[in-house]
């Protein structure tokens, strides 16, 4: 398997990705995806089982410390420089859950923002996934005030 940053001619299959892991009303669109690849493609990871793509990792960095729901739509408060950075999602395929791939990814982008020199991470996770990301250090810190897709959402930060 082959981790490596997105691009434009990725945008068809990781908007087909995003459909199958996140309900409608919390997917990103193939515009915000668009936007995304344009302004962080550097932000940007997939992760390939040789011409498969099996996942995605992907957000923007920022001095700002909370994940707020405007980033997802406005790629254009990418701060390059940015302290922080933040994780809009994490996606595998179906055939591939449960087979160590999330996993590959966000080690690599942890490592990725270690070497950057960022502070840390913050993501936004529902309940039942809080386990997972304390395993890599992720940090519980409430109910977030994102009401994105009209779900509740706990942010977490991983500080380095």
């Known amino acids: ?16 990705i995003e459909a199958v892991c996140f309900p409608a009303a919390e997917a990103a669109t ?4 668009a936007q995304r690849l ?26 700002e410390p909370d994940l707020r729901d405007e980033m997802y739509e406005n790629a254009a408060m990418h701060h390059e420089d940015g302290a922080w950075q933040m994780i809009f999602g994490v996606d595998t395929i ?6 160590g791939c999330a996993e590959r990814l966000l080690s690599h982008v942890i490592q ?6 960022r502070k840390g991470l913050v993501l936004t996770c529902k309940e039942p996934l809080l386990h997972y990301y304390a ?10 005030q994102s009401t994105h897709g009209d779900a509740l ?8």
């Open 135 to 144: 395993k890599f250090g992720f940090v519980n810190e409430g109910v977030s």
């Open 1 to 16: 398997m082959e981790i490596r940053t997105a691009t434009t001619g990725d945008l068809t299959e990781i908007a087909q």
């Open 38 to 63: 344009q302004y962080y493609a550097d932000h940007f990871w997939l992760l390939l089982d040789g011409s498969v793509m099996v996942g995605f990792v992907n957000g923007m960095v920022t001095d």
């Open 94 to 99: 179906p055939a591939y859950r449960r087979r």
């Open 112 to 117: 990725e923002a270690r070497a950057q020199g």
């Open 153 to 160: 959402w706990y942010q977490m930060r991983l500080t380095f």
């Open 30 to 33: 193939p515009a915000s995806f």
